[in-house]
C-alpha cells in the first residue's frame, strides 16, 4: 500500500517536472516567436517605407514633367517652384481625405534644347522625421512626332517612278533654291527579304539618308532596282523606336453627332468637336475657318468631287476613329498651304488608310499602327509616321523641315524619358 503510494507521488512529481520542462520551452518558444514577428515586422515596415518613398520621389518627378509638358514651363512661384537656376519645388502627398503620406522636394534645370534634367527626391512619411529617403533622377528630351520624310515602323515601300527630297515653307514656296537633300527615311525593319525593310522601285529618287532597324544589314534590307538613286547615307538606328499610340480622346470634346453636307452644299465649322460621322455629299463644300481639333468616332466620306477645305488662318487636328473614304475627285485643300496647319491622326482602330486626295496634299499623318498608302500621282507636303509606308508609282514627297523645328505643332505630351535613375 505505501509502495502504491510512494509510485503515485513519484509518477505525480515526474508530471509535474515535465510540466514545468514544457511551460518553460513554450515561454522559450514564444520569446522567440515574438522576437521574430518584431524583427519581420520591422523589416516590413522598413520595405514598406523604401517603397513609399520611392513612389513620392517618383510622384515629384511627374509633377516636374507634367510642368514642362502641359503646365507651360512657366514655374510661377505663386504655385511654389523656387530658385533662379534649377527650379525647385517642395510638396507634401495627402490622401484623398487629407492625411499626409510622403513629402518630395523636386529641382528641374533646364539643359536647353528642350531638354531638362529633374531631381526628385521622396521622404516617407516627411522631411523632418524621414524612416526612409529615395531619389530619382531624369533626363527628359521633347520628341518632335515629325523629325523625317517618312517613318515606317515595319516598312517603307515606295513604287516606280517616285521621288523624296525636302524643302523649308519658312522660306516659302517648294522650288528652286528652296529644295534640300533632307527627305530621310527611317524604319525599326531590318528585313532583308521581302518585304523588305526599305523597297525601292525602279526609276525612284531619294534626295535624302534611309535608316533601317537596330543591328540591321543596310546592304540586303535596303533593296533597290538598278535604276533608283540614295543621294544620301545608309545607315542603322543606335537604339529603337517606339512612337506613341494616338491617346482616346472620346468623350473630351463636345458631342456633335453627324454632319451630313447635302450635295452641292457647304458647311463651316468653327470649334472643336466630337462626331460619330461627317459625310460630304457630291460637289459638296465643308470648312475649317478656325483652330479647331476634331475627332471621329465613324466615317469621313468625301463624296464625288467634294471639297475639305482648311481656311488660311486656321490650324486643325483630325482623330479618326474609322476610315477615311476618299470618291473619285474628292479633295483636301490647305489654304496656308503650310503642312504644320493640318494633321490628321488615326487610333489603333484604324487597320488602314489610303490617301486618295487629288493633285496636292499638305499636311502631315501621324498612326503608328496603321498601313499608309498614298495613292499615284500625288504631290505631297509635309511628314508621314505610320506603321507601314507605301508610295504609289509617280509619286513625289517634299519633306517640310520647318517641323523638325516647330514646337508648337499639335502634339500629345510628347517629352520622352530619355533616362531614369534611382538612388
Not at 481625405?97 to 529641382?107: P, Q
Request: hydrophobic residues 40%.
Amino acid at each position: 500500500m505505501y509502495k502504491c503510494k510512494k509510485n503515485r507521488e513519484n509518477e505525480k512529481g515526474v508530471a509535474l517536472f515535465m510540466a514545468l520542462v514544457l511551460t518553460i520551452g513554450l515561454v522559450v518558444l514564444s520569446a522567440n516567436y515574438i522576437a521574430s514577428v518584431q524583427s519581420h515586422s520591422h523589416v516590413s515596415l522598413i520595405t514598406y517605407a523604401e517603397v513609399e518613398a520611392l513612389h513620392t520621389a517618383e510622384a515629384g518627378v511627374e509633377f516636374g514633367i507634367w510642368e514642362i509638358a502641359h503646365g507651360g514651363k512657366d514655374f510661377l512661384d505663386a504655385d511654389g517652384w523656387q530658385g533662379t537656376g534649377p527650379k525647385v519645388k517642395t510638396d507634401i502627398l495627402s490622401t484623398s481625405g487629407g492625411e499626409a503620406i510622403g513629402e518630395y522636394v523636386v529641382s528641374v534645370d533646364d539643359l536647353g534644347g528642350d531638354s531638362y534634367e529633374i531631381f526628385a527626391t521622396g521622404f516617407f512619411p516627411n522631411q523632418l522625421n524621414p524612416i526612409s529617403t529615395r531619389t530619382v533622377k531624369v533626363l527628359v528630351e521633347r520628341e518632335n512626332l515629325f523629325v523625317q520624310a517618312m517613318y515606317g515602323i515595319e516598312e517603307i515601300k515606295i513604287d516606280d517612278f517616285s521621288f523624296v527630297d525636302s524643302y523649308d515653307s519658312r522660306l516659302g514656296p517648294y522650288g528652286g533654291a528652296n529644295v534640300s537633300s533632307e527627305g530621310n527615311l527611317i524604319t525599326n525593319s531590318i528585313s532583308s527579304v521581302s518585304p523588305y525593310a526599305t523597297d525601292l522601285g525602279k526609276g525612284t529618287y531619294i534626295d535624302g539618308d534611309v535608316t533601317i532597324g537596330v543591328g540591321g544589314d543596310t546592304l540586303t534590307a535596303i533593296h533597290l532596282e538598278a535604276t533608283s538613286v540614295i543621294t544620301g547615307s545608309r545607315d542603322t538606328l543606335t537604339r529603337v523606336r517606339l512612337p506613341k499610340a494616338v491617346p482616346d480622346i472620346s468623350g473630351f470634346l463636345p458631342y456633335q453627332g453627324n454632319l451630313n453636307v447635302p450635295a452641292h452644299g457647304s458647311a463651316t465649322i468653327s470649334s472643336s468637336g466630337e462626331y460619330d460621322s461627317i459625310t460630304l455629299g457630291a460637289h459638296s463644300t465643308l470648312i475649317l475657318d478656325s483652330d479647331v481639333s476634331l475627332y471621329i468616332s465613324g466615317k469621313l466620306d468625301l463624296g464625288t468631287y467634294s471639297t475639305l477645305i482648311i481656311d488660311s488662318a486656321a490650324s486643325v487636328s483630325v482623330v479618326l476613329n474609322d476610315s477615311l473614304k476618299f470618291k473619285p475627285h474628292a479633295e483636301i485643300v490647305n489654304e496656308s498651304f503650310d503642312p504644320k496647319q493640318f494633321t490628321i491622326y488615326c487610333t489603333d482602330n484604324v487597320e488602314k488608310f489610303a490617301l486618295g486626295a487629288q493633285g496636292q496634299f499638305l499636311g502631315n499623318v501621324y498612326m503608328p499602327n496603321t498601313d499608309f498608302t498614298v495613292n499615284p500621282f500625288i504631290d505631297y507636303y509635309g511628314s508621314i509616321v505610320a506603321k507601314t509606308v507605301l508610295l504609289k508609282k509617280n509619286t513625289s514627297f517634299h519633306f517640310d523641315k520647318s517641323l523638325a523645328d516647330d514646337v508648337s505643332a499639335p502634339t500629345f505630351n510628347n517629352y520622352v524619358v530619355r533616362i531614369w535613375q534611382g538612388y
